[in-house]
């Protein structure tokens, strides 16, 4: 059924592969397999792979980190697109104009396939400030745009100014922050199925060793706080309440549309009550 794909996929060098287990690409570890998965290594690729699974009728799914998803144990009927597999750039631009007077603006542009604790430690290396919030938030810069990902009284919408995907339509299109309805876990990208490209974020030039510093008081609470070292989707309770929805009920729902409930049994485990764990 999916030949026609492999072929045009083959026939434009765009990597995939048949079958592969979902479980080995998110941090829930849970998932069959997926028909195809492909691995675009840069952003043509990634445009082109989407425009021949929509040729061929094919459903496609967005994979970031898999750090807020649940595949169900039969997998995934049509394309997973990973996007880490995209080789991403990032670029900064120091001396932007901003708001208050006296501070040194820069402007960070990124590959929606990089981790965020990677722009993270770019932020540092260059003294700018504003992203230690998200160091620790597993993930992809895509996958947090898609959910307004946040912690610690910092969300993405904070720090975020544009951001360029490839709409619904087969355009590229440049859109600002502020038209992207960036709410609490929630973004247009929810409702409009755009792939996230590229973002450019405005932080502020501060102090290298007080941005570590703190950036290393959050990690902390996380090892903490956390357990990280077992397999879960983050925080659930928190999100299924915001929902109105129970624990395990409100899973599927709290979590992205495309999470389908397994038959693995997920534990609550008291320590770390809102993590729901394998
Ligand atoms: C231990 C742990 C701790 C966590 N802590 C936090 C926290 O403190 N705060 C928080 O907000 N979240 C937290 N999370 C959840 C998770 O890290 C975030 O939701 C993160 O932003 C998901 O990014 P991802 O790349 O893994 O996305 P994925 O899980 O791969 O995908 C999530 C959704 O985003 C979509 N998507 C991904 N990339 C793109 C793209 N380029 N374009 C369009 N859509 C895209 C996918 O289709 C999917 O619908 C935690 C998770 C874990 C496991």
Redesign the pocket.
Known sequence: MFEPLCAALDAAGIACTRNELLADH??FRIGGPADIFIKPCDEIQLCRAVAFCKEQGARY?????????LFEDAGFRGAVLD?TAMKTGIGMKENVPGEEPGVVYCNVTVG??MK?STLCNFALNHSCTGLEFAY?????V??????N???YGGEMKDVLTSVE?LAADGNIVEVPAAELDLSY?HSI??ENG????SATFRLKKGDAASIKARMDELMQK?IDK???DKP????TLSISAVCGATATAGLPSAK???VLWSTWVAQLVPMYWH?VMK
């Open positions: 998110c941090t799914y967005l994979l970031g980190n898999g750090s807020n998803i996007l929606a396939g965020l620790g938030i597993p993930g992809t895509g996958g947090a745009i898609y959910m990902a946040g912690a995907y876990r990208f929810e755009g792939c996230i490209l996380r956390q357990p990280l879960s989707a983050g925080s992205s549309t495309a993590f």
